[in-house]
């Protein structure tokens, strides 16, 4: 799904025709105000399109596949500018294109203003503008949109302009040199690296978790005694959850479940542990997954509830500071976000009460998370 670097192929045909392999551009259907006729978007569209086919020196991506894949994306060009970085980077990713043209139409009274302009992907910076006015009904737009379209690929070129106004922002290099200054064995230029897409969540979630050890006191583990042995008693878990921004902080709550029997069907021992959490770590996208690790702080309550088959009942509760790791991944799904998360706390849990030993406790969670993604 992410871009690839020229592979050797489009080297060699580099070598074989004389000439550097292309810059890949989508130009991106025009803006239009609310109100206006749409069926005016696409004649524009093409009209600018057609100016950089002309030119010859750009590999112009067709617009119904820049329509089709957005689409199958689910994903806006609505309202895009040139300071939306992330946004165009994210585009120029899926199209796996090197600039993508912007072009927006404003209209004063009786008077069309149509802009354009010609961003890097990788940098997110403006590399050529053009701009054209006139007055008229809304079909002088096509005959602005080729004068426009003439504007930008000269701006773009470093050539004089023969129509429209047009604003260099940048140098760009992108000119070939004449064939006999082109080494035979230098390699084409790189294409830049599209980003991944990092994204923030609120979810809930559910999976299966345990309490790894209770020892109270000096080694006393109370699954000793319910059990035979020291063995975690796997449960429920569930909880909320947040990570922003881009899971460099994040906040969650869980609670876990278990029950074993004690002796027989003399008393049945259930415990739950509810833990909070906050902290810091790092995410990094690798595909469509948006991957997080990360240290956390906390505080635990731990609750161990005795009922007795004769009748009656004992509890018993402790609680403390905790602290532990976080790590998972998540993939966006257009508004909403799935994945994985394990957390693992340890702390050492005072008896509220006073009349117990402190608990040395040790909790973790893997969990199912499915929630909001902004």
Not at 191 to 216: D, L, M, W, Y
Not at 248 to 276: H, K, N, P, R
Not at 308 to 334: C, H, K
């Amino acid at each position: 799904m992410r871009s690839r670097l020229l592979s050797f192929a489009v080297f060699a045909f580099a070598v074989a025709t004389g000439t550097f392999a292309q810059d890949r551009i989508a130009v991106l259907d025009t803006e239009l105000p609310k109100g206006m006729d749409t069926k005016v978007v696409i004649p524009v569209t093409e009209k600018i399109m057609e100016e950089f086919v002309r030119s010859k020196r750009f590999t112009v991506l067709d617009r119904s596949f820049i329509k089709k894949t957005l689409s199958e994306l689910e994903f806006s060009t609505s309202d895009l500018t040139a300071d939306d970085s992330a946004r165009i980077a994210t585009i120029g990713g899926f199209l796996k294109a090197t600039y993508i043209v912007v072009s927006t139409v404003q209209r004063l009274d009786e008077t069309y203003f149509l802009s354009a302009k010609m961003i890097e992907v990788r940098t997110g910076v403006i590399m050529a503008q053009s701009s054209v006015d006139r007055a008229g009904s809304i079909s002088v737009l096509i005959g602005m949109a080729g004068d426009l379209g003439r504007g930008l690929v000269a701006d773009a070129l470093g050539q004089p302009a023969t129509s429209g106004r047009s604003s260099r922002t940048a140098q760009p290099t992108l000119a070939p040199p004449t064939p006999e200054a082109v080494p035979v064995a230098s390699k084409p230029a790189r294409q830049a690296k599209p980003q991944g897409a990092r994204f923030s969540t609120v979810s809930a979630e559910i999976g299966s978790g345990a309490t790894a050890s209770n020892e109270v006191g000096t080694g006393y583990n109370y699954y000793t005694w319910v059990n035979g042995d020291t063995d975690a008693v796997p449960g429920l878990s569930y909880g909320v959850s947040g990570v922003f921004p881009s899971g460099l902080f994040y906040l969650s709550a869980y609670a876990l479940d278990t029950m074993a029997e004690y002796d027989g069907s003399a008393a049945y021992v259930s415990s739950d542990a509810l833990g909070f959490g906050m902290g810091v770590g790092l995410d990094y996208p690798i595909g469509p997954v948006l991957t997080y690790v990360g240290v956390r702080g906390g505080y635990m309550i731990f609750m161990l509830v005795t009922e007795y088959s004769a009748g009656g009942s004992n509890s018993v509760t402790w609680s403390g500071m905790t602290y532990g790791f976080e790590f998972g991944g998540d993939i966006r799904i257009g508004s909403y976000a799935l994945g994985l998360r394990y957390v693992y706390d340890i702390g050492t849990l005072e008896d509220e009460e006073g009349a117990y030993y402190d608990m040395d406790a040790a909790a973790g969670a893997l969990s199912l998370r499915l929630g909001w993604a902004y």
